[in-house]
Structure formats: C-alpha cells, structure tokens
C-alpha cells in the first residue's frame, strides 16, 4: 500500500487516522509542524500528504507548507490533501473547499472539512493514490 504523511498538531486526529489508515495497510508517518518541511519530506518518500491548516506557531501554517511543497520540482508532484476544521474554527466570514484549490492560493489536490467520516476519507485517499 501507500506511505502516507500526515502532518497536524493534534494528536488524537493523528492517533484517529493512523488507526483507521494503517488498518487498510497504509504505512504512516507523522509530523506534528511544518518545520524542516521539505527535508523530512525527503526523509519519507509520501505517496501522499494529509495536512492540516492551521498549527499553533501559525494559524496559516499549511497553506503556506502547500505552496512550499507545490514549489518544489519533485515534491510537488506528490499529492496533497488538506483535512482541517479550519472552517468551524477561524473567524472568518468565509469558508474554504475545495473550489478554493488553485495553484497560487491552495495548491493541492483535495480539501475535507474535519470531523470526516472514515468511508469518506478512504474513498479520497483511493482517489488520490490512483
């Protein structure tokens, strides 16, 4: 199966996916920030990336880690996915989906809203991977 790196702060999202991933055979990776983004990157060697938006050193931190990793010739070609709750959490008098995604702004392949139920997320993992 796939080498997934997710990368939030919240451990218990982690814990949650991690349980639900490595049950169909995906082998996970976390990463509780977005420092050394680009080396630990390197290190695992992701199918996929799952990341959060917004971590305590910076409510913006995956948007910014998104457009890194998009700017880099060889990671950019690994597919990212944002799974974040920044919707219920910001406040903001918008929202985000995935008709935000563009290569300037969100440069990703997929945005799920936290809480996501499993059959939901693995349906858009298969997606990606395929």
Same mark, same amino acid.
């Given at each position: &199966?796939?080498?997934?790196?997710?990368?939030?702060?919240?451990?218990?999202?982690?814990?949650?996916?991690? &349980?639900?991933?490595?049950?169909?055979?995906?082998?996970?990776?976390?990463?509780?920030?977005?420092?050394?983004?680009?080396?630990?990157?390197?290190?695992?060697?992701?199918?996929?990336? /799952?990341?959060?938006?917004? &971590?305590?050193?910076?409510?913006?931190? +995956?948007?910014?880690?998104?457009?890194?990793?998009?700017?880099?010739?060889?990671? +950019?070609?690994?597919?990212?996915?944002?799974?974040?709750?920044?919707?219920?959490? #910001?406040?903001?008098?918008? +929202?985000? #989906?995935?008709?935000?995604? #563009?290569?300037?702004? &969100?440069?990703?392949?997929?945005? /799920?809203?936290?809480?996501?139920?499993?059959?939901?997320?693995?349906?858009?993992?298969? #997606?990606?991977?395929?």
């Amino acid at each position: &199966m796939a080498r997934i790196l997710i990368i939030d702060d919240d451990q218990d999202i982690t814990d949650n996916l991690t &349980m639900i991933l490595e049950g169909i055979g995906h082998q996970i990776t976390v990463k509780a920030d977005t420092d050394h983004l680009l080396e630990d990157v390197r290190a695992v060697h992701p199918d996929l990336i /799952i990341l959060d938006i917004m &971590m305590p050193e910076d409510s913006q931190a +995956g948007f910014k880690a998104a457009r890194l990793l998009n700017q880099d010739e060889a990671i +950019g070609k690994i597919p990212v996915l944002i799974l974040s709750a920044v919707n219920q959490r #910001s406040k903001l008098s918008f +929202g985000f #989906s995935e008709s935000d995604i #563009s290569t300037d702004f &969100m440069p990703v392949e997929a945005f /799920i809203e936290k809480p996501v139920e499993p059959k939901i997320l693995i349906e858009k993992i298969n #997606s990606l991977l395929s």
